[in-house]
């Protein structure tokens, strides 16, 4: 049985948020796993070893999926994944906006998710069927419908860039013409947090990984956010991650907004 305790996740997404603000514009040693823009850090490190030592205390056996250490394996009915540090390139520079990721999945849909701010003290999280909170006050996405006064949020990497069939740079580009504005603020999970609590109206995204996406889509689907991936009726936790988000009726004008470009997978 599925016996898992989102309290518990709230606590150990704190505690590692703890390490991240500690170690907060202190020296640190910065390397670049595989581009420019994809940067590790010691606190990177820190976190997720914290929360390996944590989830295998509380449910030996689990398989854990994690972006600095990969796949653990384990039962694969109960698979966690984790962000110990979304937004590492802010984290790095001193800017004060990343958050710590934990989303679990049983047999194989997504159930739980926790996303916690350090810097902001904000904890959203979510359970199936629970509806989604932040710091104990529940939370409801935008129910802004026209695209005019829209405020979206996207981003972009070098890997999808050198891809031209993948370029967001157009999409990018007619958003800003045809909305209120697109914000990118390089932490996925807060901002798909940030569409859910009505902070943003939408987003769409491309190319992500697992652990980037599977907390923030638990708790903005409980928030009341349609979640599919470009083409607007596929899952879109799959690989390549791509998605949309937004409530009904807007996600549906962003889907019809973004076929013409013809993003591939």
Partial sequence: ?????????????????????????????????????????????????????????????????TEETGQHTGDADHVWYIDPLDGTMNYAHGIPFFAVSIGYAYKGELTMGVVYDPMRDECFYAEKGKGAW?????IKTSPRTDLTNSL?????????????????????????RTTAGVRRTGVAAL??????????????????????????????KEAG???????????????????????PELHEKMTKELEPFHIAP
Avoid at 192 to 220: N, P, Q, T
Avoid at 226 to 245: E, Q
Wanted: hydrophobic share 45%; with cysteine.
């Fill in 225 to 247: 956010v349609k979640i599919t991936a470009l083409d607007g009726v596929s899952d879109a936790f799959v690989p390549p991650y791509n998605y949309i988000i937004a409530n």
């Fill in 1 to 65: 049985m599925n016996q898992r305790d989102l309290h518990d996740i709230c606590i150990i997404a704190k505690q590692a948020g703890l390490i991240l603000r500690e170690g907060y514009e202190q020296h640190h040693d910065i390397k670049m796993k595989t581009r420019q823009d994809d940067l590790v850090t010691e606190m990177d490190k820190k976190s997720e070893n914290f929360i390996l030592d944590q989830l295998n205390k509380l449910y030996p056996g689990d398989m854990i999926i």
């Fill in 152 to 176: 979206f949020v996207t981003g972009f990497s070098i890997s999808q860039m050198e891809k031209t069939r993948t370029n967001n740079f157009p999409v990018f580009e007619h958003f800003m």
């Fill in 134 to 138: 932040v710091n104990g006050k529940p």
């Fill in 191 to 220: 901002e798909i947090c940030y569409v859910a609590c009505g902070r943003l109206d939408g987003m769409w995204e491309l190319k992500l990984m697992a652990w980037d996406v599977a907390a923030g889509f638990v708790i903005a």
